[in-house]
């Protein structure tokens, strides 16, 4: 059965310093893999998605995702955090019929601290 | 674009009630989603239309739910006799047809079974 794996439930980084959030999945075919943002009474936000083709996807907010086809994974990064990215990422796969029922991981929060 | 909607955002009610919520999908948007997410999750696939056909549902989703769809429009999720475990919050998504893959979420309803 398919399914999502966020190893970090909470990650705390540095206001300026790098992140990087980790997404592991399991699915037999090429997956559609995406990643969302929820901050607090926010519906949940589209950063980035990918499909095929380039491994490396750019989002938006200045994040970035790279598919590694031989690990599963699917990790989220971003050069320098501002305390606005402080909110609960979610990583999804398609999944169902076409790939329309998203599975979502747990969610990892991040903390930002000035 | 006014995005998706949910109503109401907030909804309390004792065990045994019946509950009813709301979305409005963003208004070009034929494919609408339905999801539920408890405290510490990721949210949970529940159902999914296609203009007003319904057509997957998750085991999630209990002869207790009833989700419509009747003019294509916006969609409605009845929960019958509540119980305290549909205590979470209920997410609403929608996606064109030309991209599928990409869902935009509502802000959700909070349901609260006492």
């Known amino acids: 059965a398919q399914s999502v794996t966020q190893p970090d439930i909470h990650i705390t980084v540095s206001e300026g310093a790098s992140l990087e959030l980790r997404c592991n999945y399991s699915y037999g075919a090429t997956p559609y893999l995406f990643w969302y943002v929820q901050s607090p009474g926010q519906g949940l936000q589209l950063l980035l998605k990918?499909?095929?083709?380039?491994?490396l996807v750019q989002g938006i907010k200045g994040f970035e995702a790279e598919f590694k086809r031989s690990q599963s994974s699917f990790n989220l990064r971003k050069p320098s955090v501002h305390w606005s990215d402080a909110a609960e990422y979610f990583c999804a796969v398609g999944a169902g019929q076409a790939g329309t029922a998203l599975i979502f991981g747990k969610g990892t929060t991040l903390s930002v601290s000035s | 674009d006014t995005g998706v909607s949910q109503d109401p955002r907030h909804k309390i009610t004792k065990r045994g009630q019946n509950v009813t919520f709301r979305c409005d999908p963003i208004?070009?948007?034929?494919?609408l989603y339905w999801y539920r997410q408890t405290l510490g999750q990721g949210p949970e696939f529940l159902t999914y239309f296609q203009n007003e056909a319904q057509l997957e549902k998750s085991r999630l989703l209990s002869d207790r739910f009833s989700a419509e769809r009747p003019k294509g429009s916006f969609s409605t999720l009845e929960i019958q006799r509540t119980e305290q475990g549909d205590s979470a919050m209920y997410l609403c998504?929608?996606?064109?047809?030309?991209?599928?893959?990409?869902?935009?979420f509502g802000p959700g309803t909070r349901l609260t079974v006492t």
């Open positions: 208004s070009e948007h034929n494919r």
């Open positions: 990918y499909f095929s083709g380039d491994t």
């Open positions: 998504a929608s996606s064109s047809l030309t991209s599928p893959y990409e869902q935009y």
